[in-house]
Protein backbone atom coordinates (compact mmCIF):
# COMPACT_ATOMS: atom_id res chain seq x y z
CA UNK A 1 0.00 0.00 0.00
CA UNK A 2 1.49 3.29 -1.04
CA UNK A 3 2.24 5.68 1.75
CA UNK A 4 -0.13 8.52 0.40
CA UNK A 5 -3.02 5.69 0.35
CA UNK A 6 -5.71 7.38 2.95
CA UNK A 7 -6.80 3.72 5.17
CA UNK A 8 -10.21 3.68 6.06
CA UNK A 9 -12.40 2.25 8.95
CA UNK A 10 -15.95 1.51 9.11
CA UNK A 11 -17.58 1.03 11.81
CA UNK A 12 -21.10 -0.19 11.08
CA UNK A 13 -21.55 -2.68 8.11
CA UNK A 14 -24.95 -3.11 7.21
CA UNK A 15 -26.66 -2.33 4.06
CA UNK A 16 -25.31 1.33 4.31
CA UNK A 17 -21.75 0.51 5.35
CA UNK A 18 -20.90 -2.12 2.83
CA UNK A 19 -22.12 0.40 0.38
CA UNK A 20 -19.57 2.86 1.57
CA UNK A 21 -17.20 -0.13 1.15
CA UNK A 22 -17.67 -0.88 -2.31
CA UNK A 23 -17.59 2.82 -3.07
CA UNK A 24 -14.52 3.43 -1.63
CA UNK A 25 -12.87 1.01 -3.68
CA UNK A 26 -13.65 2.94 -6.74
CA UNK A 27 -12.37 5.86 -5.28
CA UNK A 28 -8.41 6.23 -6.16
CA UNK A 29 -5.93 6.71 -3.51
CA UNK A 30 -7.79 4.84 -0.53
CA UNK A 31 -8.47 1.99 0.90
CA UNK A 32 -10.66 0.01 3.61
CA UNK A 33 -7.97 -1.50 5.55
CA UNK A 34 -10.52 -2.21 9.43
CA UNK A 35 -14.24 -2.44 9.35
CA UNK A 36 -15.65 -3.29 12.97
CA UNK A 37 -19.87 -4.30 13.52
CA UNK A 38 -21.01 -5.97 16.85
CA UNK A 39 -23.54 -8.44 14.36
CA UNK A 40 -21.60 -11.59 13.04
CA UNK A 41 -23.68 -11.76 9.90
CA UNK A 42 -23.13 -7.68 9.45
CA UNK A 43 -19.23 -8.37 9.74
CA UNK A 44 -19.34 -11.31 7.11
CA UNK A 45 -20.74 -8.80 5.03
CA UNK A 46 -18.10 -6.39 5.69
CA UNK A 47 -15.39 -9.04 4.79
CA UNK A 48 -17.19 -9.82 1.45
CA UNK A 49 -17.86 -6.14 0.48
CA UNK A 50 -13.91 -4.95 0.94
CA UNK A 51 -13.13 -8.83 -0.96
CA UNK A 52 -9.74 -9.35 0.81
CA UNK A 53 -7.88 -9.48 4.15
CA UNK A 54 -8.79 -6.52 6.59
CA UNK A 55 -8.89 -6.26 10.08
CA UNK A 56 -12.25 -7.07 11.87
CA UNK A 57 -13.37 -6.16 15.13
CA UNK A 58 -16.38 -6.70 17.48
CA UNK A 59 -16.37 -3.22 19.01
CA UNK A 60 -15.54 0.03 17.28
CA UNK A 61 -13.71 1.18 20.09
CA UNK A 62 -11.01 -1.32 19.66
CA UNK A 63 -10.84 -0.38 16.02
CA UNK A 64 -10.09 3.11 17.28
CA UNK A 65 -7.64 2.18 19.59
CA UNK A 66 -5.75 -0.26 17.40
CA UNK A 67 -6.45 -0.16 13.83
CA UNK A 68 -4.24 1.34 11.23
CA UNK A 69 -6.99 3.87 9.70
CA UNK A 70 -6.66 7.63 9.28
CA UNK A 71 -10.41 7.98 8.96
CA UNK A 72 -13.97 6.70 9.86
CA UNK A 73 -16.95 5.75 8.27
CA UNK A 74 -20.20 5.76 10.74
CA UNK A 75 -22.15 3.62 9.42
CA UNK A 76 -23.85 2.41 12.79
CA UNK A 77 -27.53 2.85 13.86
CA UNK A 78 -28.75 6.11 14.01
CA UNK A 79 -29.07 6.04 17.74
CA UNK A 80 -25.38 5.41 18.23
CA UNK A 81 -24.13 8.18 16.10
CA UNK A 82 -23.49 10.31 19.42
CA UNK A 83 -21.75 7.64 21.28
CA UNK A 84 -19.37 6.66 18.80
CA UNK A 85 -18.98 10.24 17.22
CA UNK A 86 -17.18 11.11 20.83
CA UNK A 87 -14.96 8.37 20.81
CA UNK A 88 -14.26 8.72 17.10
CA UNK A 89 -13.33 12.78 18.77
CA UNK A 90 -10.69 11.25 21.14
CA UNK A 91 -9.30 9.18 18.29
CA UNK A 92 -8.83 12.54 16.52
CA UNK A 93 -9.25 10.60 13.27
CA UNK A 94 -10.96 12.26 10.24
CA UNK A 95 -14.66 11.27 10.00
CA UNK A 96 -17.66 11.00 7.84
CA UNK A 97 -20.91 9.99 9.97
CA UNK A 98 -24.37 8.85 8.01
CA UNK A 99 -26.98 11.09 8.10
CA UNK A 100 -28.80 12.25 10.58
CA UNK A 101 -26.17 13.19 12.48
CA UNK A 102 -27.90 12.46 15.91
CA UNK A 103 -31.07 11.47 16.98
CA UNK A 104 -31.66 14.23 19.27
CA UNK A 105 -31.18 17.98 18.86
CA UNK A 106 -29.81 18.72 22.30
CA UNK A 107 -26.85 15.59 21.02
CA UNK A 108 -26.28 17.67 17.84
CA UNK A 109 -25.52 21.13 19.45
CA UNK A 110 -22.67 18.67 21.34
CA UNK A 111 -21.50 17.47 17.99
CA UNK A 112 -20.84 20.77 17.19
CA UNK A 113 -18.87 22.02 19.72
CA UNK A 114 -16.93 19.19 19.22
CA UNK A 115 -15.90 18.98 15.89
CA UNK A 116 -15.06 22.62 16.41
CA UNK A 117 -12.11 21.67 18.23
CA UNK A 118 -11.69 18.52 16.35
CA UNK A 119 -8.41 18.32 14.49
CA UNK A 120 -9.45 16.51 11.68
CA UNK A 121 -12.45 16.90 8.73
CA UNK A 122 -15.16 16.55 10.00
CA UNK A 123 -18.44 15.40 7.48
CA UNK A 124 -22.06 14.31 7.57
CA UNK A 125 -22.73 11.93 5.04
CA UNK A 126 -25.66 13.64 2.63
CA UNK A 127 -25.81 11.72 0.01
CA UNK A 128 -28.78 13.82 -1.97
CA UNK A 129 -26.51 16.39 -2.52
CA UNK A 130 -23.75 14.64 -4.97
CA UNK A 131 -26.69 12.95 -7.24
CA UNK A 132 -25.75 14.39 -10.60
CA UNK A 133 -29.19 16.37 -11.32
CA UNK A 134 -29.98 17.86 -7.85
CA UNK A 135 -26.13 19.15 -7.96
CA UNK A 136 -27.21 20.81 -11.29
CA UNK A 137 -30.37 22.19 -9.70
CA UNK A 138 -28.70 23.85 -6.92
CA UNK A 139 -26.01 25.44 -9.86
CA UNK A 140 -28.98 26.71 -11.91
CA UNK A 141 -30.84 27.91 -8.78
CA UNK A 142 -27.41 29.56 -7.45
CA UNK A 143 -26.50 30.70 -10.87
CA UNK A 144 -29.94 32.95 -10.89
CA UNK A 145 -31.61 31.07 -13.84
CA UNK A 146 -34.67 31.23 -12.23
CA UNK A 147 -34.54 34.53 -10.37
CA UNK A 148 -35.36 34.91 -6.75
CA UNK A 149 -36.38 31.53 -5.30
CA UNK A 150 -40.21 32.00 -3.74
CA UNK A 151 -40.90 27.93 -3.60
CA UNK A 152 -39.28 24.77 -3.62
CA UNK A 153 -40.92 21.48 -3.24
CA UNK A 154 -39.79 17.90 -3.29
CA UNK A 155 -41.45 14.71 -3.47
CA UNK A 156 -39.92 11.30 -2.27
CA UNK A 157 -42.32 8.69 -3.19
CA UNK A 158 -40.94 4.80 -2.52
CA UNK A 159 -40.62 1.75 -1.40
CA UNK A 160 -40.94 0.94 2.77
CA UNK A 161 -38.50 1.16 5.11
CA UNK A 162 -36.24 -2.14 4.59
CA UNK A 163 -35.35 -4.17 7.35
CA UNK A 164 -31.74 -3.48 9.60
CA UNK A 165 -30.29 -5.80 11.63
CA UNK A 166 -32.70 -6.12 14.95
CA UNK A 167 -35.90 -4.07 13.51
CA UNK A 168 -33.71 -0.84 14.80
CA UNK A 169 -35.41 1.28 12.50
CA UNK A 170 -39.19 0.56 13.34
CA UNK A 171 -39.22 3.13 16.47
CA UNK A 172 -38.78 6.73 16.70
CA UNK A 173 -37.30 6.57 19.97
CA UNK A 174 -34.46 4.60 17.80
CA UNK A 175 -34.62 6.88 14.52
CA UNK A 176 -35.63 9.78 15.77
CA UNK A 177 -38.75 9.65 13.26
CA UNK A 178 -39.18 9.01 9.96
CA UNK A 179 -38.64 13.02 9.62
CA UNK A 180 -35.14 12.91 11.18
CA UNK A 181 -34.04 9.42 9.66
CA UNK A 182 -35.51 9.72 6.34
CA UNK A 183 -36.14 13.49 5.40
CA UNK A 184 -32.86 15.03 6.65
CA UNK A 185 -31.69 14.73 3.13
CA UNK A 186 -34.49 16.93 2.02
CA UNK A 187 -35.07 19.37 4.67
CA UNK A 188 -30.70 19.65 4.25
CA UNK A 189 -31.24 20.34 0.51
CA UNK A 190 -33.63 22.88 1.47
CA UNK A 191 -31.56 24.88 2.92
CA UNK A 192 -28.82 24.12 0.57
CA UNK A 193 -30.97 25.53 -2.20
CA UNK A 194 -32.85 28.66 -0.69
CA UNK A 195 -29.70 29.68 1.03
CA UNK A 196 -31.66 30.68 3.93
CA UNK A 197 -32.25 29.76 7.18
CA UNK A 198 -35.81 27.56 8.19
CA UNK A 199 -37.90 29.38 10.52
CA UNK A 200 -41.13 26.71 11.47
CA UNK A 201 -42.13 23.78 10.16
CA UNK A 202 -45.77 23.16 9.86
CA UNK A 203 -46.05 19.00 8.78
CA UNK A 204 -49.44 16.16 9.14
CA UNK A 205 -48.28 12.76 8.94
CA UNK A 206 -49.09 9.20 9.90
CA UNK A 207 -48.36 5.50 9.76
CA UNK A 208 -51.23 4.38 7.73
CA UNK A 209 -50.27 1.69 5.39
CA UNK A 210 -46.82 0.02 6.27
CA UNK A 211 -45.62 -2.28 9.05
CA UNK A 212 -49.79 -2.76 10.63
CA UNK A 213 -49.23 -6.19 11.34
CA UNK A 214 -45.56 -6.14 12.40
CA UNK A 215 -44.32 -6.75 16.20
CA UNK A 216 -41.74 -6.56 17.80
CA UNK A 217 -41.84 -7.58 21.14
CA UNK A 218 -45.68 -7.25 21.42
CA UNK A 219 -44.59 -3.93 20.73
CA UNK A 220 -46.24 -2.40 17.24
CA UNK A 221 -43.84 0.27 15.41
CA UNK A 222 -44.61 4.05 15.60
CA UNK A 223 -42.67 5.23 12.38
CA UNK A 224 -45.03 7.50 9.89
CA UNK A 225 -45.04 5.79 6.40
CA UNK A 226 -46.67 9.93 4.82
CA UNK A 227 -46.17 12.95 5.58
CA UNK A 228 -46.64 16.27 4.23
CA UNK A 229 -43.86 19.33 5.99
CA UNK A 230 -43.88 22.91 5.04
CA UNK A 231 -40.66 24.82 6.10
CA UNK A 232 -41.03 29.07 5.99
CA UNK A 233 -37.72 30.33 5.53
CA UNK A 234 -35.78 33.86 6.63
CA UNK A 235 -35.93 35.19 3.40
CA UNK A 236 -38.95 34.70 2.44
CA UNK A 237 -38.91 31.45 0.40
CA UNK A 238 -41.39 28.16 1.71
CA UNK A 239 -40.75 24.71 0.75
CA UNK A 240 -43.18 21.40 0.94
CA UNK A 241 -42.05 18.04 1.29
CA UNK A 242 -44.16 15.47 0.15
CA UNK A 243 -43.17 11.73 1.57
CA UNK A 244 -45.04 8.63 0.65
CA UNK A 245 -42.99 5.16 1.36
CA UNK A 246 -46.09 2.63 0.04
CA UNK A 247 -45.20 4.11 -3.33
CA UNK A 248 -43.23 1.46 -4.99
CA UNK A 249 -42.55 1.59 -8.62
CA UNK A 250 -43.45 5.19 -8.96
CA UNK A 251 -41.79 6.70 -12.39
CA UNK A 252 -39.23 8.86 -10.36
CA UNK A 253 -39.12 8.52 -6.43
CA UNK A 254 -37.18 11.66 -5.98
CA UNK A 255 -38.66 14.88 -8.00
CA UNK A 256 -37.52 18.47 -7.07
CA UNK A 257 -39.04 22.14 -8.37
CA UNK A 258 -37.50 25.16 -7.57
CA UNK A 259 -39.19 27.93 -8.81
CA UNK A 260 -38.56 31.54 -8.59
CA UNK A 261 -39.81 34.93 -10.56
CA UNK A 262 -37.99 34.53 -13.13
CA UNK A 263 -38.51 30.88 -13.86
CA UNK A 264 -38.70 27.02 -12.76
CA UNK A 265 -35.85 24.44 -12.63
CA UNK A 266 -36.67 20.30 -12.00
CA UNK A 267 -34.84 17.19 -11.09
CA UNK A 268 -36.11 13.54 -11.51
CA UNK A 269 -34.05 10.54 -10.35
CA UNK A 270 -33.94 7.79 -11.19
CA UNK A 271 -34.78 9.27 -14.80
CA UNK A 272 -31.72 11.40 -13.84
CA UNK A 273 -33.10 14.18 -15.86
CA UNK A 274 -33.39 18.18 -15.25
CA UNK A 275 -35.90 20.73 -17.12
CA UNK A 276 -35.57 24.49 -17.66
CA UNK A 277 -38.19 26.64 -18.07
CA UNK A 278 -38.38 30.57 -17.95
CA UNK A 279 -41.40 32.78 -18.17
CA UNK A 280 -40.03 34.30 -21.30
CA UNK A 281 -39.34 30.80 -23.27
CA UNK A 282 -41.61 28.72 -24.96
CA UNK A 283 -39.26 25.63 -24.95
CA UNK A 284 -37.76 24.46 -21.96
CA UNK A 285 -34.08 23.15 -22.04
CA UNK A 286 -33.41 19.15 -20.73
CA UNK A 287 -30.31 17.59 -19.80
CA UNK A 288 -29.76 13.83 -18.85
CA UNK A 289 -27.21 12.32 -16.47
CA UNK A 290 -26.01 8.96 -17.29
CA UNK A 291 -24.49 6.87 -14.56
CA UNK A 292 -21.35 5.10 -15.02
CA UNK A 293 -22.58 1.24 -14.87
CA UNK A 294 -19.69 0.13 -11.83
CA UNK A 295 -21.39 3.32 -9.50
CA UNK A 296 -24.55 2.49 -10.18
CA UNK A 297 -23.54 -1.63 -8.93
CA UNK A 298 -21.98 -0.13 -5.66
CA UNK A 299 -24.85 1.24 -4.40
CA UNK A 300 -28.47 2.59 -4.16
CA UNK A 301 -27.52 6.36 -4.41
CA UNK A 302 -27.28 6.63 -7.98
CA UNK A 303 -23.44 7.29 -8.17
CA UNK A 304 -23.44 9.91 -5.52
CA UNK A 305 -21.53 7.91 -2.43
CA UNK A 306 -18.49 7.87 -5.05
CA UNK A 307 -18.76 11.53 -5.71
CA UNK A 308 -19.63 12.39 -1.51
CA UNK A 309 -16.31 10.40 -1.15
CA UNK A 310 -13.92 11.69 -3.95
CA UNK A 311 -14.88 15.12 -1.89
CA UNK A 312 -14.58 13.79 1.34
CA UNK A 313 -10.71 12.05 -0.01
CA UNK A 314 -9.89 15.55 -1.70
CA UNK A 315 -11.09 17.59 1.60
CA UNK A 316 -8.47 15.45 3.58
CA UNK A 317 -5.95 15.75 1.39
CA UNK A 318 -6.36 19.43 1.01
CA UNK A 319 -6.88 20.42 5.03
CA UNK A 320 -9.99 22.27 3.57
CA UNK A 321 -13.63 22.48 5.03
CA UNK A 322 -16.25 19.51 4.89
CA UNK A 323 -18.95 19.76 1.69
CA UNK A 324 -21.59 19.20 4.77
CA UNK A 325 -20.87 20.41 8.22
CA UNK A 326 -21.87 19.11 11.21
CA UNK A 327 -23.48 22.20 11.14
CA UNK A 328 -25.76 21.75 8.36
CA UNK A 329 -26.37 18.10 9.56
CA UNK A 330 -27.51 19.35 13.31
CA UNK A 331 -29.82 21.73 10.97
CA UNK A 332 -31.39 19.11 9.62
CA UNK A 333 -31.99 16.86 12.45
CA UNK A 334 -33.45 20.42 14.11
CA UNK A 335 -35.99 20.92 11.00
CA UNK A 336 -36.84 16.97 10.94
CA UNK A 337 -37.43 16.82 14.73
CA UNK A 338 -39.68 20.27 14.37
CA UNK A 339 -41.83 18.56 12.09
CA UNK A 340 -42.02 15.80 14.47
CA UNK A 341 -43.18 17.76 17.16
CA UNK A 342 -45.85 19.75 15.01
CA UNK A 343 -47.20 16.58 13.86
CA UNK A 344 -47.47 15.52 17.72
CA UNK A 345 -49.14 18.63 18.81
CA UNK A 346 -50.89 19.68 15.88
CA UNK A 347 -49.48 22.98 15.35
CA UNK A 348 -46.27 24.80 13.59
CA UNK A 349 -43.53 24.39 15.61
CA UNK A 350 -40.70 27.05 15.79
CA UNK A 351 -37.00 26.16 15.31
CA UNK A 352 -36.35 28.67 18.24
CA UNK A 353 -38.45 26.26 20.34
CA UNK A 354 -35.16 23.80 19.77
CA UNK A 355 -32.36 26.08 20.35
CA UNK A 356 -32.15 27.13 16.59
Known amino acids: MDAATIRYGIIGTGMMGCEHVRNLALVPGVAVTAIADPDATSRQWGRAAVGRDVEVYDDYRELLRRAPVDAVVIASPNFTHYEVLCAAFESGKHVLVEKPLCTEVEQCLRVVEAAARHPG ?3 VGMEYRFMRPVARLVEEVHGGAIGRIRMLAIREHRFPFLRKVGDWNRFARNTGGTLVEKCCHFFDL ?18 DVNHQDERYGGEKPDILDNAYAIVDFAGGARALLDLCMFAENARNEMEIAATGDRGKVEAFVPEHRLVLTRRDRNEPATVTFPVDANLARAGAHHGSTFWEHVAFRDAIRSGGKPVVSVEDGALAVAVGVAGERSIQLGRPVALAELGF
Open 121 to 123: VVW
Open 190 to 207: MHLITQQRPLRVYASGAG
